[in-house]
């Protein structure tokens, strides 16, 4: 299929970005001890999809041009991937850890062994092994390549294999694996394991790849499917939200503890995820989508690298002009704290996006692209 801009999962891009923000401030709501369950209920359960769909939606763009059966050209694809993703990877990581020095004062993050496992597992911000994955599964692209083939002749059954393979794993890692070998490297492996383990997103991955090589079947199955899809959707959101109501009422786990065991890696956050993504798919594939919805998503689509990568930044200082406000995070506070977060995060990328247009350089290093000079006149 030749390359195309498919706007549904621009869309996709949009509201996970949106997702991930909601995320991290419920995180910081917890500071209110009496937080509201209901609201961070929404923030960290509801959108539980985000990280994982981001896969999803990396692979879709990686296979919605690919010929499987040509020849791949591996030097020229890793090149290419290493600029938009490593480059930025680096120099956010630098950021981030010259920030941390200035505010704290701390350089032991510079010396190793501690600089080494920063670099290695994405620790200098904790959003950022969203891109050691990433990278981990670019380089691994002539396997996904030969597996996608294989797959793409029973995508259904196969899938579905997988999918149990990944309910199976994931439960082990998130549930019963622990870190206490005896072994000081493998316990650091392990212990970090969420950081690097593509493992834990080869089956959203495996399923954006298939869904792109059979883009128009793909459709047409979402399209004759619209009941099911929206059936399967609902019942994991109550799924997921019942199992976090449940841990919090029955099991008295407080809201901090039960949105870590009602996670992304939990069975029924694998088939939430697995729904949101269809259903996402089937409500943005239509035509007849209000205007404003697709101009705000569809923006935040364009700009989510940005977004995401510099959004933590961002919630540092408003943590901390909240604090010095001696304001508690009540509903209507985190509310507002995640408007001005998704604001000022916007407002940045696109302040970025203007000045790398006389400076290449900026854009470079900070998305990994490179955007032209306007022509005389525009």
Request: a positive charge.
């Amino acid at each position: 299929m030749s390359p195309k801009k498919i706007m549904a999962i621009e869309y996709i891009r949009g509201i996970s970005m949106l997702g991930v923000i909601g995320i991290h401030t419920g995180a910081y709501s917890l500071s209110n001890p009496k937080v509201n369950i209901h609201l961070f209920a929404l923030l960290e359960i509801a959108t539980r999809f985000s990280v994982p769909i981001f896969f999803f939606a990396s692979a879709f763009g990686l296979f919605i041009s690919q010929d499987l059966t040509a020849k791949f050209n591996y030097r020229s694809f890793i090149t290419r991937r290493l600029r938009t993703v490593l480059v930025p990877y680096i120099v956010w990581s630098i950021l981030y850890m010259i920030h941390y020095t200035f505010v704290s004062g701390d350089t032991m993050i510079w010396h190793p062994p501690l600089l080494y496992e920063y670099v290695l597992f994405g620790l200098a911000s904790y959003q950022l092994y969203f891109l050691v994955i990433l990278l981990w599964f670019y380089a691994l692209m002539p396997f996904w390549r030969f597996w996608v083939s294989r797959i793409i002749n029973h995508p259904v059954r196969n899938l579905s294999i997988i999918l149990l393979l990944q309910i199976l794993f994931n439960y082990y890692s998130s549930y019963i694996l622990h870190a206490d070998f005896s072994n000081h490297y493998v316990n650091k492996l392990i212990f970090h394991r969420l950081s690097y383990w593509i493992f834990h997103y080869l089956f959203i991955f495996l399923l954006g790849a298939v869904c792109a090589v059979k883009y128009v079947r793909f459709k047409e199955m979402i399209q004759n499917y619209q009941t099911s899809v929206a059936t399967f959707f609902y019942l994991t959101l109550i799924g997921i939200l019942g199992f976090y109501y449940h841990l919090l009422s029955t099991l008295h786990y407080t809201p901090e503890a039960a949105v870590n065991t009602a996670h992304q890696l939990s069975p029924i956050g694998i088939l939430y995820t697995l729904s949101s993504t269809l259903f996402l798919f089937m409500i943005f594939n239509k035509k007849n989508l209000p205007q404003g919805i697709t101009t705000i998503l569809s923006k935040f689509g364009e700009h989510s690298y940005v977004v995401y990568l510099v959004h933590p930044l961002v919630m540092y200082y408003l943590t901390n002009y909240v604090a010095g406000q001696n304001l508690l995070m009540t509903a209507l506070v985190t509310i507002a704290f995640y408007l001005a977060t998704t604001s000022i995060s916007l407002a940045f990328s696109l302040f970025i996006k203007k000045i790398s247009q006389f400076l290449p350089i900026v854009s470079i290093l900070l998305t990994g692209s490179k955007l032209s000079k306007p022509k005389s006149g525009v």
